[in-house]
Structures are given as structure tokens and as C-alpha cells.
Antibody, heavy 115, light 107 residues
Framework: EVQLEQSGPEVKKPGESLKISCKAS????????IAWVRHMPGKGLEWMGV????????RYSPSFQGQVTMSADKSINTAYLQFSSLKASDTAIYYC????????WGQGTTVTVSS | DIQMTQSPSSLSASVGDRVTITCRAS??????LAWFQHMPGKAPKSLIY???TLQHGVPSKFSGGRSGTDFTLTIISLQPEDFATYYC?????????FGGGTKVEIK
């Protein structure tokens, strides 16, 4: 079964850093792009960007370029989304999903940033 | 960036109704259009890709259509489990973009 398993919920303070993960199983991790999607409370879905795990080629939405870093470790079939200095406005659920048309989704990681 | 204009933003319908949601792309995206269902507290679920191809396991009550840069998602015979928010998404060119969503509520 194809699955994306995301890391657990996080509660952080403004200014802290964070790296959340998305572990793939049931398929060849290096074959498909992995996308990241943000869902802020009460808002719509936002496409953040994608990474191709085979060579770590990344494409960011201009809205998120410079705000987050996507990476992947193909030795452990895991993609990452990293924040260097969190803000309260980063409070959201972050999803990873497979392929451009996102056929398989992770369960989401809730990130809460509050002082 | 390609803008995806989704309408309506919300609608009320009864069990058994047929509903249609529309998504208009700001430029040609061929058929690189996907639809998702999002229920509160759950991850979004892929329904359709390539404008009209149902994902494996998605019931045929869902269907997708295309006319130029206009795309539709039709749901027939609404059931309680279909009340959710639906999103379109273009994956023709970066940055990929979502429509604003349509919340389907029980009348």
C-alpha cells in the first residue's frame, strides 16, 4: 500500500526552527515528486512547492520561496519541510502529497506557533 | 501564475441532489486539472485527475468535465458523506495553484 506518514504535531515559539518529515512507503520514492501544501485555519489549500527526491530538484511557489526549505533523504525515503525562524502566521496544518496531481496524501502535521 | 477561479464558494444542497462546481483557469492548462475533497480533520482526498479521470476507488457519482479553460466537478445523488469542501488544482505549470474551494453544506 502506498503511504505517506508525516511526523507528529509541533508546538513552537516564534523565532524557533522546525523540520517536519514525510516518510514514503509502498512505492519507489525516487520516482515521483513530493508536494507540500499548507492549510491555515479557516482558509483554503495553498501549494507551497515540490521536490523530486531522486536529485532534490525543487520548485517553490513565490509565496513560500525563501520562507521554507524542502529537502529529501532518499536513503530513508523521507522528505522534509524546514522553517528557519517560525512566525505565528506559520500556524497551520502542513500536508505532503505525491505527484503533481497529488494522488496520495500524508495525514498532515499540525504546527502551532505561539509565544 | 495561473489563477484558478472556483465557483460557487459555498452551496447548500439536500441529500439526493446533484451539484456542479466550476473552476476557470486564467490561461490554457490543457487537461492538467485535479479535484480534491477535504473533510474537517482529515487529509484531502484525490477524486479526479486529468480533468475527468477518476482516481482508483472513487465512486462514479463523481465526474469531471472540461470545456476550454472551464472545468466542472459534478456530484450526483449527494449523500451525507459528500458534504465537504472541494478544491480544484492546476498542475500544468509552476507554481501549481488551487482554486479557492467550494463548501458543500446540507440544506
Amino acid at each position: 500500500e502506498v503511504q505517506l506518514e508525516q511526523s507528529g504535531p509541533e508546538v513552537k515559539k516564534p523565532g524557533e526552527s522546525l523540520k517536519i518529515s514525510c516518510k514514503a512507503s509502498g512505492y519507489s520514492f525516487t520516482t515521483y515528486w513530493i508536494a507540500w501544501v499548507r492549510h491555515m485555519p479557516g482558509k483554503g489549500l495553498e501549494w507551497m512547492g515540490v521536490i523530486f527526491p531522486s536529485d532534490s530538484d525543487t520548485r517553490y511557489s513565490p509565496s513560500f520561496q525563501g520562507q521554507v526549505t524542502m529537502s529529501a533523504d532518499k536513503s530513508i525515503n523521507t522528505a522534509y519541510l524546514q522553517f528557519s525562524s517560525l512566525k505565528a502566521s506559520d500556524t497551520a496544518i502542513y500536508y505532503c502529497a505525491r505527484r503533481g496531481y497529488m494522488d496520495v496524501w500524508g495525514q498532515g502535521t499540525t504546527v502551532t506557533v505561539s509565544s | 501564475d495561473i489563477q484558478m477561479t472556483q465557483s460557487p464558494s459555498s452551496l447548500s444542497a439536500s441529500v439526493g441532489d446533484r451539484v456542479t462546481i466550476t473552476c476557470r483557469a486564467s490561461q490554457d492548462i490543457s487537461n492538467f486539472l485535479a479535484w480534491f475533497q477535504h473533510m474537517p480533520g482529515k487529509a484531502p482526498k484525490s477524486l479526479i485527475y486529468a480533468a475527468s479521470t477518476l482516481q482508483h476507488g472513487v465512486p462514479s457519482k463523481f465526474s469531471g468535465g472540461r470545456s476550454g479553460t472551464d472545468f466542472t466537478l459534478t456530484i450526483i445523488s449527494l449523500q451525507p458523506e459528500d458534504f465537504a469542501t472541494y478544491y480544484c488544482q492546476q498542475y500544468d505549470s509552476y507554481p501549481f495553484t488551487f482554486g479557492g474551494g467550494t463548501k458543500v453544506e446540507i440544506k
